[in-house]
């Protein structure tokens, strides 16, 4: 029986491979040993035949107790010399694709393990593998490669839309550069006509000052000339008595110098207190009061709007302080940070510490919501708000003014809610709801706020508008 199986395996080998294969995994010996009975076998086919059978030789069933085989060096260099020599043999003459260049035989067998092509010399290198008929592995090979190329078709189109959205991205961002630069010089049009009438107002004090001080210079040199004019008659007329008899000369000098004729009774002109002008009212400290002044041309906001944010059925105005339902879906891009399904956006500055307040004006809206929300607050899906979702808020709903608390909870109030003020304290772990018009307190949540904090809001599905109020402003100085 042996010796018809070493038949039928060693058909298209040559005889020298023939002499080099081994007994038990017909392949070319990988580091051979020499057992007594003078057979040779592969040292990792002799170690398997003996873990689970008697230590017998696998050819010719010899017994071994204690005996331990032997490494055949000059056997396992003819191998390496054999494989080498068949290596760069097949270099220069490849065998067909079909044909097993280890063997020579032809593919006739599939290794759905190793999804290997093998010939029937090489099933005994996949031991327990499940090895399956050529055309079933052909089969197999081409319903895994069809089911690869269905993720991949998958993956190419996912890879298009992408494409076409960040194509659309691109120019919408485009868009807000040019809203931005057009906003920008407008503003600064805008102050720079304020300046330029700030500057005319300066000029004109100036040249009004000028012309009133300068006005009294020229009265004060007007009269000096008079008073010039006066006693240069009087000098001449006490000149001319000078040249007279002296008789004549001396009965006049006494009662002339007695009488008024040759003294000046006016006073003396003086330079008037305050004649220049006040050149620290003008000049001094000009950047400040410049400034100070442009304070009623400026307006500051605690709160804007983050349009990034904001759902598409959203219109918020160009200075990001107010917000209203838009009659259509607007065509924005799908970026992580925007609001859809829900109706709502955030303010585009979060908090991490200290102390922080703002007022929304909602008017007569019949429904909205604002609060507090969490950085990292769902925005791509539908959520109760609650303070589990990372939201402290108030809102009102068909008349009825509610805190959204994890059990919300009705507030009570005597009058319409018309202002809404929340006051947000990072430190002290609180946010508080109050009535901007009477100042009332509505309610307060406390909670340990790990995260960085933004403003909320909810302006709801209705045409009125919600206003972000201005905050005041103060001059301090020291």
Known sequence: MDDHMDQDTSEGLSLLEQDL???????????PVLLTCTHSLCRECLNDCWKSKLKTCPVCRAAFEGEQPIANRALNDTCESFRLEKTLQNRHNPAPLSICRMHGVEFQLYCMKDQALLCAKCVPQHPYHEIRPLQEGLSYCKEQLSFKIKILEKKCNFYKNNTKSFTNTKEFIEHQAGQAAESIKAEFQRLHKALDAEQEVRLMAVAAEEREKTGTMVALVTQANEVIASLSQ????????????DVTFMQTIVPCSRSHRAQWPHEDLQHPPGALLDMGKHVGSLGFNIWKNMQAHVQYNPVVLDPNTASPWL????????MKESQQRQVVPDNPERFDPCVFLMGSEGFSEGKHRWDIVVGDNPKWMVGVCTESLARKKKFTVSPKRGVWSIALSKGVLTALSAEPTKIQVETRVERVRIKLDIDKGEVSFWDGGSLTHLCTFNHKFNEKMFPLFGP????????LAPGKMALHTS
């Open 21 to 31: 294969t081994c007994p038990v995994c017909r392949d070319v010996y990988r580091d």
């Open 460 to 467: 709801g599905l209705q045409s009125t508008p919600m206003v």
């Open 234 to 245: 009087v000098i001449q007329n006490l000149k001319r008595e000078m040249g007279d008899e």
């Open 315 to 322: 219109d918020l105005t160009p200075d990001l302080t107010s």
